[in-house]
């Protein structure tokens, strides 16, 4: 999938201010997450460690912490921070009080140890 495919996920305030929610895309969970300056972040809803629902980790200093055995993903990017393991990160934006993501984009590489 190349072209931008732009998905709406419904008013932002579905997502609680410094927290994460799931949504399902085309059979796909995204956590999408919504910090307190509000800003939002969308990557998979799948710790590459062992499937742990990122979207239920804390989130801080724009990273999850997987919240079954605390590994950590960078919001923007979906970089794993402490191994080598990633998610794909989607760009995520909000438009007149609407949640969107480009579910086309498909960086980085998912790395699965
Ligand atoms: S499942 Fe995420 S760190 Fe183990």
Same mark, same amino acid.
């Given at each position: 999938?190349?072209?931008?495919?732009?998905?709406?996920?419904?008013?932002?305030?579905?997502?609680?201010?410094?927290?994460? =929610? /799931?949504?399902?895309?085309?059979?796909?969970?995204?956590?999408?997450? &919504? +910090?307190?300056?509000?800003?939002?972040?969308?990557? @998979?809803?799948?710790?590459?460690?062992?499937?742990?629902?990122?979207?239920?980790?804390?989130?801080?200093?724009?990273?999850?912490?997987?919240?079954?055995?605390?590994?950590?993903?960078? =919001? /923007?990017?979906?970089?794993?921070?402490?191994?080598?393991?990633?998610? &794909? +990160?989607?760009?995520?934006?909000?438009?007149?009080? @609407?949640?969107?993501?480009?579910?086309?984009?498909?960086?980085?590489?998912?790395?699965?140890?």
């Amino acid at each position: 999938m190349n072209k931008p495919f732009k998905v709406k996920l419904g008013s932002i305030e579905a997502v609680p201010m410094g927290q994460g =929610l /799931s949504f399902s895309v085309e059979g796909e969970e995204i956590a999408i997450f &919504r +910090s307190r300056a509000g800003e939002v972040s969308a990557i @998979e809803n799948k710790c590459p460690h062992a499937n742990g629902p990122l979207a239920e980790g804390i989130i801080g200093e724009g990273k999850v912490v997987c919240p079954l055995h605390g590994h950590q993903f960078d =919001l /923007s990017t979906g970089k794993g921070c402490d191994r080598n393991e990633s998610v &794909r +990160s989607f760009p995520a934006w909000i438009e007149n009080g @609407e949640l969107y993501i480009d579910y086309s984009t498909t960086s980085p590489e998912l790395v699965v140890l």
